[in-house]
C-alpha cells in the first residue's frame, strides 16, 4: 500500500541553523501538509499545498518557515534559523488521490524528530 | 476554535475487552477522523466519517457521530495488546479539497495481555 515517507528520521541541529525536512507524499495525491507535534502536546497544523503554492498556513508559520516541490515527487520544509522552540515531531501529509483513497482522508509519514540544542 | 477533546485522557483495560473513547469539538465540521500513534510514532489514519454519516465500521472499529452534540465516539472491539496506542481525533470544517485537520489532546490506551 503506498505511504507518505520523510527523511531523516531524527535531525538534530545547532540553534539557528537552516534545517531541511524532506517527505515524499503518495504519488497520486494532490494536497500536501506539515504539521508538528512538541513533546506531549497536540498534533497542530502548520501549512497546507496545493498546485505549488500554500493554500493556508497558520500563525506557527512564520517567516523563518518555508515550503517547496521542488520536483514531481518531493515536499520539504525549511526552517531558516532554528530556535530552541522548534524542537517537536515535524509529520508530512497528503490526501487527495483517487482511487483506493477517498478524497478528503489525509494520510501522514513517520515524521522527523526535530532536535535544536 | 474547533478543538477536539477526548476522553477519557488514558483508559487501562484487559484483552478481549472493549475499549470506548469519545471525542467533542466545538463548531461544525465537514468530516472527522480518527487517528492512531504508538509511542513517538507517526500518525496511522484509522476510519473517516463524513457530517451526514451517522456510524461507520472497519474490522474491529466502529465509529459513531452526533452532529447535534459536536461529539464521536470510537468503540474498539476485542482489543488486543497490539491496541495499546494513543488515539486522536481530527476535525475538518472545510468542504474542499485542502484541508486543515484540528486535533484532539488523544486518549492514550492500555491494553494488558
Given at each position: 500500500?503506498?505511504?507518505?515517507?520523510?527523511?531523516?528520521?531524527?535531525?538534530?541541529?545547532?540553534?539557528?541553523?537552516?534545517?531541511?525536512?524532506?517527505?515524499?507524499?503518495?504519488?497520486?495525491?494532490?494536497?500536501?501538509?506539515?504539521?508538528?507535534?512538541?513533546?506531549?502536546?497536540?498534533?497542530?497544523?502548520?501549512?497546507?499545498?496545493?498546485?505549488?503554492?500554500?493554500?493556508?498556513?497558520?500563525?506557527?508559520?512564520?517567516?523563518?518557515?518555508?515550503?517547496?516541490?521542488?520536483?514531481?515527487?518531493?515536499?520539504?520544509?525549511?526552517?531558516?534559523?532554528?530556535?530552541?522552540?522548534?524542537?517537536?515531531?515535524?509529520?508530512?501529509?497528503?490526501?487527495?488521490?483517487t482511487?483506493?483513497?477517498?478524497?478528503?482522508?489525509?494520510?501522514?509519514?513517520?515524521?522527523?524528530?526535530?532536535?535544536?540544542? | 476554535?474547533?478543538?477536539?477533546?477526548?476522553?477519557?485522557?488514558?483508559?487501562?483495560?484487559?484483552?478481549?475487552?472493549?475499549?470506548?473513547?469519545?471525542?467533542?469539538?466545538?463548531?461544525?465540521?465537514?468530516?472527522?477522523?480518527?487517528?492512531?500513534?504508538?509511542?513517538?510514532?507517526?500518525?496511522?489514519?484509522?476510519?473517516?466519517?463524513?457530517?451526514?454519516?451517522?456510524?461507520?465500521?472497519?474490522?474491529?472499529?466502529?465509529?459513531?457521530?452526533?452532529?447535534?452534540?459536536?461529539?464521536?465516539?470510537?468503540?474498539?472491539t476485542?482489543?488486543?495488546?497490539?491496541?495499546?496506542?494513543?488515539?486522536?481525533?481530527?476535525?475538518?470544517?472545510r468542504?474542499?479539497?485542502?484541508?486543515?485537520?484540528?486535533?484532539?489532546?488523544?486518549?492514550r490506551?492500555?491494553?494488558?495481555?
Open positions: 500500500e503506498p505511504e507518505v515517507t520523510q527523511t531523516p528520521s531524527h535531525q538534530v541541529t545547532q540553534m539557528g541553523q537552516e534545517v531541511i525536512l524532506r517527505c515524499v507524499p503518495i504519488s497520486n495525491h494532490l494536497y500536501f501538509y506539515w504539521y508538528r507535534q512538541i513533546l506531549g502536546q497536540k498534533v497542530e497544523f502548520l501549512v497546507s499545498f496545493y498546485n505549488n503554492e500554500i493554500s493556508e498556513k497558520s500563525e506557527i508559520f512564520d517567516d523563518q518557515f518555508s515550503v517547496e516541490r521542488p520536483d514531481g515527487s518531493n515536499f520539504t520544509l525549511k526552517i531558516r534559523s532554528t530556535k530552541l522552540e522548534d524542537s517537536a515531531m515535524y509529520f508530512c501529509a497528503s490526501s487527495g488521490g482511487g483506493y483513497t477517498s478524497y478528503n482522508e489525509q494520510f501522514f509519514g513517520p515524521g522527523t524528530r526535530l532536535t535544536v540544542l | 476554535s474547533q478543538q477536539g477533546e477526548e476522553d477519557p485522557q488514558a483508559l487501562s483495560i484487559q484483552e478481549g475487552e472493549n475499549a470506548t473513547m469519545n471525542c467533542s469539538y466545538k463548531t461544525s465540521i465537514n468530516n472527522l477522523q480518527w487517528y492512531r500513534q504508538n509511542s513517538g510514532r507517526g500518525l496511522v489514519h484509522l476510519i473517516l466519517i463524513r457530517s451526514n454519516e451517522r456510524e461507520k465500521h472497519s474490522g474491529r472499529l466502529r465509529v459513531t457521530l452526533d452532529t447535534s452534540k459536536k461529539s464521536s465516539s470510537l468503540l474498539i476485542a482489543s488486543r495488546a497490539a491496541d495499546t496506542a494513543s488515539y486522536f481525533c481530527a476535525t475538518d470544517a468542504n474542499t479539497g485542502f484541508q486543515k485537520l484540528v486535533f484532539g489532546t488523544g486518549t490506551l492500555l491494553v494488558s495481555p
